[in-house]
């Protein structure tokens, strides 16, 4: 798995959970279903037909956008960085 932080050369986004964006779009292209099926990566998330690995990366995403909006998480500092 490639991982890329917002402080690295190739990676233009700086906003919070970019990183973890990033390595979800990775996973979902490299995925057989975008590869084989020639499907998007928006219906491969919607049929479920991809690698466990990038369903965990979704859920830490999700996460990530969660603790955006969390106040109780506000002075802990945001997940994915």
Request: aromatic letters at 6%; one cysteine or more; glycine letters at 6%.
């Amino acid at each position: 798995m490639v991982t890329f932080g917002p402080d690295e050369v190739g990676l233009v986004d700086k906003t919070p959970c970019a990183g973890i964006r990033a390595d979800l779009k990775l996973c979902l292209l490299k995925s057989d279903c975008c590869v084989k099926d020639k499907k998007t990566p928006r219906e491969c998330l919607k049929d479920a037909s991809v690698p466990d690995e990038c369903v965990q990366l979704r859920h830490s995403f999700f996460e990530c956008k969660r603790s955006l909006l969390d106040n109780r998480r506000r002075f802990r500092g945001h997940k994915g960085y």
